[in-house]
């Protein structure tokens, strides 16, 4: 899945992306804009973004202004959640292409599951629904690999029978909150496991044993999340509207947490969602 340096993830489709991706849900700033350029010029080359964000247009003109040849990036979009009927996610799909101003997408994810809730006798209908336009998608080589977010293993099972297979899920991830069913399950079907606020939206940052294990390895706690995740064979996505935050996030390749310490961040009482459960969201 990643190679042992950790430096790297190769999806089910043979594409190889950066270990580390930004995060663009909430930057916040003076020009998103810049920020974006921001990040690109602090190093991130896959950068995190959806149409639930309501800021493509500006990520894009920051992918733009950062001037690093397009072919070198890796660029996320999500389908919008009210998007739930093949010819939406078609049309939803060009929409973000406009607004980024690129001619296709590295990585396409189905936002959030159609849930039983919300929809209770018409779920996975819609999930199927959904699925069959991201395959056309990728097959029009609009967008280059498909995948989903937040996807429990009941939505991604009747997927899993399809003939293009999800080959990512974003899910949240942090200390305190691994999913470890779903993750093994992913890595057990050969899809790479994105982490939404790997810093658990900085709830995390403050812990105790994160903190000793700060001191320990002389890092900070966010690098110790980052390490975790990607120890944990995740690909992390965090978020900062800092640049020496941004870097420091990604200077995560000098040292590596002991078995013991993994062993005690995952130990840690769960702290639970910080977002929202998929099976209750109001918009799946
Ligand atoms: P800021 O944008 O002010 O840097 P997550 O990615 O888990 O959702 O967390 C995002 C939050 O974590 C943001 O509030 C961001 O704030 C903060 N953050 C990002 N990187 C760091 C860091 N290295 N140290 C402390 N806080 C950070």
Redesign the pocket.
Known sequence: MSSSNLKTFTLSNGDVFPSIGY?TYKVAGASIEDIVADAIRAGYRLIDGAALYGNEVEVGRGIAKSGVPREQLKVTSKVPPEAKHYDDVIAAANKTLEDLGLDYLDLYLVHWPANATVHPDQWNELNMDTWAAMIELYRQKKVRAIGVSNFKIHHLEPLMKTDVKPMVNQIEF?PGYTQPEIVDYCIEHDIVVEAW??????RV?QLPLLEEIAKETGK?T?QICIRYALQKHVLPL?????YE?MK??LDVFDFSLTPEQMEAIDSLPETGYSGLDPDTNPVG
């Open positions: 995060g942090h606020s790997p810093l658990g939206r900085t940052l900070t966010a965090p978020k900062s509207s800092h935050r420091a996030n």
